[in-house]
């Protein structure tokens, strides 16, 4: 009786041991797979051309939060391959020297509109619909963004900036792309880019508010794609990591954190492709870096365990932070 019971142990045991083999090698095929798939993606698939979206015909692309960074170098690089330029954010001196600046490189035409998206102002949204109804916009590119100041417990967070980032981050997006589809409609093609946050796909405590109205980006990004897919619209939710910009606060490039000019050039160049994001629809992350960076997050370890990381990162940062303002107001008041 003793034997036949180790026997059936032993037979259990082979049979357990022989699953949980097969479960590691299709494992790890798929994982290896993926890979592949992400090389060939950032190294091989072409994108869609921008032509599609009528690139050199007088077709015009609208760029929000254009006076810098990111939006700025969409601004040029779109310029570049012959789109006329609309230009939107709230400085209106920017905008005009970067309006004159693409007008005498690229020989195209270019318009501004000088709005502060956290206004909400009606009045801003009606001139930008008279301004929009007499163009042919191939290309939008949602930019604009703000951010909490620094990372900050939810509860501590001002109603200020709360409302900034609602009404910048998911109001003023859902407004701007309401005024800009009939135009992309009529003429059946377009293509809107969101640019989307890490911060979007792995929640960011003590940057919520801005986490969540990048998730809110992303899903809406998704659900619009399909409904736009077979009107000949592309919409895509660019997951981005850093870049060297003002929002960022870092200034200096790395392997991992690019300036906006290799950054906006990737993206531009892959169209349509997912890279590192090809599990959530209509994302995409093709700048190498960020693509890795990406296919760790998501092949590894659990989303709970990245929860916690940047828990752990975001207090140290609020931790300086905190002391820089102090030594701030001490050198302010000093003086
Ligand atoms: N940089 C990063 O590491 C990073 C990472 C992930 C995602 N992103 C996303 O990338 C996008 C661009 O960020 P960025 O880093 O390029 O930022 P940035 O360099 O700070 O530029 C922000 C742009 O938005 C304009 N702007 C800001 N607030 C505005 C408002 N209330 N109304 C109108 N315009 C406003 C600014 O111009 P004015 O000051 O003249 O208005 C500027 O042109 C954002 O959607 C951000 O969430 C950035």
Redesign the pocket.
């Known amino acids: 009786m003793s034997s036949f019971s180790s026997d059936k142990f032993v037979q259990i045991s082979q049979a357990g041991v022989f699953l949980l083999a097969v479960v590691g090698a299709l494992t790890i095929t798929v994982k290896t797979l993926s890979f592949w798939k992400l090389l060939f993606d950032l190294y091989i698939r072409p994108g869609k051309s921008l032509k599609k979206f009528g690139a050199g015909t007088g077709a015009w692309a609208v760029i929000?939060?254009?006076?810098?960074?990111?939006?700025?170098e969409f601004a040029y690089q779109l310029a570049a391959a012959k789109f006329n330029i609309l230009l939107?954010?709230?400085?209106a001196s920017?905008l005009q020297d970067i309006s004159n600046d693409i007008e005498s490189k690229y020989q195209v035409e270019s318009k501004i509109y000088a709005?502060?998206?956290?206004n909400g102002d009606k009045k801003d949204y009606e001139n930008l619909k008279e301004i929009i109804e007499r163009l042919d916009v191939g290309v939008l590119i949602n930019?604009?963004?703000?951010?909490h100041e620094i990372p900050t417990p939810f509860i501590l967070e001002s109603d200020e900036i709360i409302h900034?980032i609602v009404e910048?981050n998911i109001s003023g997006l859902l407004r701007i792309t309401k005024i800009i589809l009939p135009r992309m409609l009529s003429s059946n093609r377009g293509l809107i880019i969101n640019?989307?946050?890490?911060?979007g796909m792995i929640p960011t405590p003590y940057l919520s508010v801005y986490s969540a109205s990048?998730a809110f980006m992303s899903t809406w990004s998704a659900a619009l794609g399909a409904e736009l897919k077979s009107k000949g619209i592309v919409v895509e939710n660019v997951n981005?990591?850093?870049?060297v910009?003002?929002?960022?606060k870092?200034r200096r490039s790395s392997w991992l954190i690019p300036y906006?000019n290799p950054y906006v050039r990737s993206v531009l160049s892959k169209i349509g492709v997912p890279g590192g994001a090809s599990y959530i629809p209509y994302s995409s992350n093709v700048y190498p870096s960020h693509a890795f960076i990406n296919w760790i997050i998501t092949n590894t370890f659990s989303w709970s365990f990245w929860v916690k990381k940047g828990l752990a990162q975001q207090e140290n940062i609020r931790k300086r932070a905190l002391k820089k303002r102090e030594r701030e107001a001490a050198a302010a008041k000093a003086q």
């Open positions: 929000t939060g254009a006076s810098d960074g990111i939006g700025k939107i954010s709230r400085t920017k709005m502060d998206f956290t930019n604009v963004a703000t951010n900034n910048v640019v989307g946050s890490f911060s990048k981005t990591y850093f870049v910009s003002a929002m960022s870092i906006p």
